[in-house]
DNA sequence: GTCAGTGCAAACTTTTTGCAACTAC
DNA sequence: GTAGTTGCAAAAAGTTTGCACTGAC
């Protein structure tokens, strides 16, 4: 599905959406859902605010996206996340399922596939729960930092003995 | 093992933390880990500011706790979840690997194991990664939630003709 | 004695709220 | 016309920071 039929779909699912629990239909709204699908990965509401007010023609204020997010997230079609001290958001209808990996020591997020995994936990047996979507965080070293760390490791190692820096 | 057992575990594990990186052990730091263990599940900052303020017998700044729990989670002593708007955290040594449910309708979380998905997730392929913990979070529907969904779901069915409320 | 760590308050960041103006219906 | 939305600014909530004091080493 190419990009501009997946912003169509979308917007016909937003306004089933709104239309089902009494919400009008701004043209924020819209706005909002378009700059969203716009945009690969994750973003916070400040990169969105700033999206919205240079690169598109409409400015919108920080209130009508944290309202508007709410609305967007309760029409599934945004996800939110927490990595960090900020929340991240993330367009979901067409987006590949996929898990994070956080590395703890450089805090860079990637995207990993897993069918199997998705699997698992799409299959896993949950007591009296009703399951619409999940969130994997894995959290450890990234190549670099674990490589980093490695060489950490054996430098302490070979300096045990002569101890002089800090 | 016993929670005695498990607190003077943490305390020997913590003060090998603290002397292979070079901070001080200060009675501070003591008791924030020996507060933290007493806790069973969740916890933010404000709460065990209030605990240790109220019915512990040490009062330590919000400072010292942020300062305190970074130091914790380095030494993989504590982990942190973002459900919602502030940090959550929970012990982690002796603490079964657990999954979140977490209903996006009232909010409610609950702890879930499944061997099998535990399984699964640490013997995934991940791409250059050294894993050293995850979290898995399930947003759905609780049980109760879920009942009182389809029960509005029938009304409406039966509401269909004769819309007068608002 | 020294400097990491602490407490306090102020600052900062992110999110929510109250209210007047606006507009989709 | 009216009630749901928006923008703005103020407030709230959560976290970080600067600085003087304290105490672990």
């Known amino acids: 599905m190419d990009s501009q039929n997946v912003k ?3 917007k016909k699912i937003f ?3 709104l239309t089902a629990n009494g919400h009008r239909k701004t043209p924020e709204r819209y706005a909002i859902l378009d700059t969203i699908y716009s945009i690969e990965g994750h973003f916070d509401i400040d990169t969105l605010y ?3 007010a240079e690169e598109e023609k409409f400015r919108v204020s920080r209130a009508t996206l944290y309202n ?7 029409a599934q079609l945004v996800v939110r996340h927490q990595f960090g001290n ?7 209808y067409n987006n590949n399922n996929h898990h994070h990996q956080i590395c703890t020591h450089c805090g860079k997020v990637t995207e990993v596939q897993n ?3 998705q699997e698992a936990i799409k299959n896993s047996k ?7 979507h999940y969130s994997l965080y894995l959290y450890g070293l990234c190549n670099k930092c674990n490589k980093a760390f490695k060489q950490k490791i054996k430098q302490s190692n ?4 002569n101890k002089k820096e800090k």
């Open 8 to 10: 169509e779909t979308v």
């Open 126 to 132: 949950l007591n009296r729960f009703y399951l619409t």
């Open 115 to 117: 069918k199997e995994l």
């Open 158 to 161: 070979n300096n045990n003995n």
């Open 15 to 17: 306004t089933e959406y």
């Open 50 to 52: 700033v999206m919205m």
């Open 86 to 92: 900020s929340s991240q958001y993330e367009r979901c």
């Open 68 to 74: 508007t997010i709410l609305l967007l997230i309760q």
